[in-house]
C-alpha cells in the first residue's frame, strides 16, 4: 500500500485516526484501502475493498490470531454506515487521482495487445489506461453524460479521428450497462462530426450533443488531441520496451 493520509472516524461514541492507504500501483483500479488505527481505543489495522466494502480476501482467510483483534475488526466493519463508506469512496478517488498526477507517462501499467491495434484495427479507451484522469462531462438538462473516448494508436496511421460515446454513468446501477446518448466519429483538428458508418441518432441527436459540448467545454477538441498524444506516447514506451525485451532474450549465450 501507499500513499498516505490521515483521516478521523466514529467508532462507537469515540473519535479515532487513520493512516489510510491506497494501492501503489498507478491506475490499478482494485478498490483495496488499508487503515491503520494507533489509537488505544483502537489498535487495529485492517485492509478492506470500498467496492465489495468487506475485508480484502487475504486478510480475512488469514484469521487474526488474537480473538480480541479479529473482534475489533469484525465490530469496526459492522459500525461502518453508508455515509462513511461513501466517504471512504471519496477519499480513494482523491488519494489515485493525487497519485496519477504526480507519477511520470512511464508509471502507468497498461498492457497493450500490439497485434490487434496495429493489425485489427482496435480502438483504445482512454479511460481504461487513465482511469483517474479526470472525466469530460456534460449537462444535459437534469442528466450528466460521461465522455468516452476511443482512440488509434497504430503507428503507421497519422489520423486525427476519434470515438466519441455519451454515457450517463451517474444514474446507471453497478451491475448494469450504462445507456449511451449517442456515439459519433470526430475529427479533433478539423473538429467536425459524423455518425459512426451503419449506425442511426442516438437518444440525443449529433447535432444537440454537438452544440452542448462546443458551449460547455469550448477546450474540447483540444483535450481530445491530448489524449490520443498522451495515449501514443505511453504506446510508444510499451512498444519499445517490447520490442528491447524480445531482443534480449533472442540473444544466444556465449559458450
Known amino acids: ?90 477519499c480513494y478517488m482523491d488519494m489515485k487521482q493525487r497519485q496519477a498526477a504526480k507519477a511520470g507517462l512511464e508509471d502507468h501499467y497498461y498492457i497493450f495487445d500490439f497485434n490487434r491495434i496495429e493489425k485489427e484495427g482496435e480502438l483504445t479507451t482512454y479511460c481504461d489506461v487513465f482511469p483517474f484522469d479526470v472525466p469530460m462531462e456534460i449537462e444535459s438538462g437534469r442528466e450528466t453524460l460521461t465522455v468516452i473516448d476511443y482512440h488509434c494508436l497504430n503507428p503507421a496511421c497519422g489520423c486525427h479521428d476519434t470515438v466519441v460515446e455519451f454515457v450517463n454513468l451517474r444514474d446507471c446501477p453497478e451491475d448494469e450497462e450504462p445507456q449511451s446518448y449517442g456515439i459519433f466519429m470526430l475529427d479533433y483538428q478539423k473538429q467536425t462530426w459524423d455518425l459512426m458508418p451503419g449506425e442511426e441518432e442516438g437518444v440525443i441527436p449529433m447535432a444537440v450533443l454537438r452544440n452542448l459540448v462546443e458551449n460547455q467545454n469550448p477546450d474540447f477538441c483540444r483535450e481530445l488531441a491530448k489524449h490520443h498524444k498522451k495515449l501514443k506516447e505511453l504506446y510508444q514506451i510499451r512498444r519499445m520496451q517490447a520490442k528491447s525485451g524480445s531482443k534480449k532474450s533472442g540473444k544466444k549465450k556465449r559458450r
Open 1 to 90: 500500500m501507499d500513499s498516505h493520509e490521515l483521516q478521523e472516524f466514529e467508532f462507537g461514541d469515540k473519535r479515532v485516526t487513520a493512516k489510510i492507504s491506497v494501492c501503489p500501483v498507478v491506475n490499478c483500479n482494485c478498490g483495496d484501502m488499508s487503515l491503520e488505527f494507533n489509537s488505544p481505543d483502537l489498535p487495529l489495522e485492517i485492509d478492506l475493498n470500498i467496492f465489495s466494502r468487506e475485508i480484502t480476501a487475504d486478510q480475512d482467510d488469514s484469521l487474526s490470531e488474537d480473538e480480541n483483534d479479529h473482534l475489533a475488526e469484525q465490530q469496526f466493519m459492522d459500525s461502518i454506515s453508508e455515509k462513511q463508506w461513501e466517504k471512504f469512496f471519496r
